[in-house]
Structure formats: C-alpha cells, structure tokens
C-alpha cells in the first residue's frame, strides 16, 4: 500500500512537471524565433550587408513575429533599433531609419512597466541628435516631451504605495479541497481535471486570486525598478530638450501641469533650467 501510494505521488509529480514544462516551451516559442530573427540582424550589421531593402524585409519580419503583443513588439524594435545603431553608416543615414523605429515603439500603449522603461531608454538614447548639437525644431521638441512625460507618468501612477508584497494579507494559503471529496487533488492541477462542480469553482477562483496576486507584485516591483533606474535620465532629458534656443519654459510648466508629473520632480527641472538660462 505505501509502495503505491509513493508510485502514486511520483506520477502525478511527473505529470504536473511535463504540463508546466509544456506551458513554458509554448509560451517562449515566439520568443525563441524574435531572439532567432534580431540574431539574423545583428549578423548582417556585423557584416555591414545592410541597406534599405535589407532594413524594409528585417522589420516585416520582427512586425509578424511580434503579432498583437504590444510588449514584445516594443521589445523586438528597441533591440532592432540598439543593433542598428552600430551600423557604420553616417549619423543622417542611421537617423533616417533609427527615429521613424523610435516614434513607432513610443507610440505604442506599453502594458508592462519594463516595456514603458525600454521606450524611455528609445527615446533618450535615439533622439537625442539634435540635443546634442543644440539644434532642436520647437513642435519635435514638444512632441518628444509629450511622449516622454506620458509614459512617465504611467510608469510613477502604476506604483501603489500602499502595496507590501510581504503582509500576509497579499498572501494567499494554499487550497485543499473539503475532507468530503473523493477525487484526486494535486496542486498545479488543471481545474478542467476536478469533476466536483463545487471544488471545480472554488479552487478555479482561487488560482485567479493567485495569478491577480503574483500579477500585481511582479508589476509594483518593475515599476519602482524603472522610476528608479529612469528619474534622473528622464529629469536630465527635459532640461536639456527646454535649455535650448527657443525657450519655452511657460510651455514645459504647461506640459508639466497638464501630465500631473510630481510637483517636486516638476519643480526641479524648472529650476534647474532658469538657473542654466541666467548662467548663459
């Protein structure tokens, strides 16, 4: 009876092994060939056999490979943009494929904070040609400004405070089904498995909690990952947008307002460029 019960365990152990490795393998498929495909691309650049058909069939593919996922299209061109970057072409090639790729990704409504940090890094790193030889066209200013400011703004508003992963109340216990019923209950089962309507419900409920849970702390975590990594980038980027001829201090205040952005955060980057404004 103990030999059985033990060949029992190890069965169900095995199975609930092969399901979440089945689940993972699917899941990262699509991943495998976008890493396949950018691994194609940066071979090409190495070998400068780059042009502008090459440019037009790579990002086809990276587009149908990434589907309707918002977030691993973002990913796929921020990683298509870092490998065209080091192209040995000059600036005014580069920046003709490059800042149509950066307006692209940021227009795209980011659901992960990590994806929202990927298209600040696009936007701080890619369109900064201007910036750098203090030339700068007044609406392309103002449009990098609403994009940057708009998805700070979501990265800072999808942090809760409130939230502590470590209170038992974020928690959940793990589900047992009542002493009354006779079927079989492992955990990591499939819901569609139980027959029980009753356990069916309740542990089907329970694993939303637990997704929902688990959900919420990845995303609180990524988040205050990426205000920290990005707030002094993305307060250094603005001042450096509105330090140059033709100011536009009240405009920036306005933008500011209008994006709810930190008022302390605000304040310093106003300061900061009156300060360099008097200093000129």
């Not at 790729?101 to 701080?124: D, F, M, N």
Request: glycine letters at 2%.
């Amino acid at each position: 009876m103990k030999k059985q019960l033990i060949l029992f365990v190890v069965f169900f152990l095995l199975t609930f092994c092969i399901v979440r490795m089945n689940q993972a393998n699917d899941s990262s498929e699509d991943n495998k060939k976008l890493e396949s495909q950018l691994h194609v691309i940066k071979l090409l650049i190495l070998k400068n056999d780059f042009d502008q058909q090459v440019f037009d069939i790579e990002l086809e593919k990276l587009e149908k490979l990434s589907g309707e996922n918002i977030d691993m299209y973002i990913f796929s061109i921020k990683k298509f943009i870092d490998e065209i970057s080091r192209l040995r072409q000059n600036d005014v090639t580069r920046k003709s494929w490059i800042v149509p790729l950066v307006t692209k990704l940021i227009s795209k409504q980011a659901l992960s904070p990590y994806a929202r940090g990927a298209q600040i890094e696009a936007i701080v790193n890619y369109l900064s040609f201007d910036i750098k030889s203090k030339k700068i066209d007044s609406k392309e200013r103002k449009d990098i400004s609403v994009n940057l400011l708009n998805i700070w703004k979501h990265i800072v508003d999808h942090i809760d405070e409130n939230w502590d992963a470590n209170v038992s109340e974020n928690h959940l216990k793990p589900y047992f089904p009542p002493v009354s019923y006779q079927g079989g209950f492992y955990a990591g089962m499939s819901p569609q498995s139980i027959t029980d309507e009753k356990v069916k419900r309740e542990y089907s409920e329970f694993l939303k909690k637990r997704d929902a849970l688990n959900r919420k702390s990845i995303e609180q975590q990524q988040a205050k990952q990426m205000k920290q990594r990005h707030e002094v980038v993305v307060k250094k980027y603005i001042i450096d947008l509105y330090s140059i001829p033709p100011l536009a201090t009240e405009e920036l205040a306005t933008l500011l307002k209008k994006y709810n952005i930190d008022p302390k955060f605000s304040q310093e980057i106003l300061d900061t460029i009156k300060k360099q404004i008097k200093s000129k």
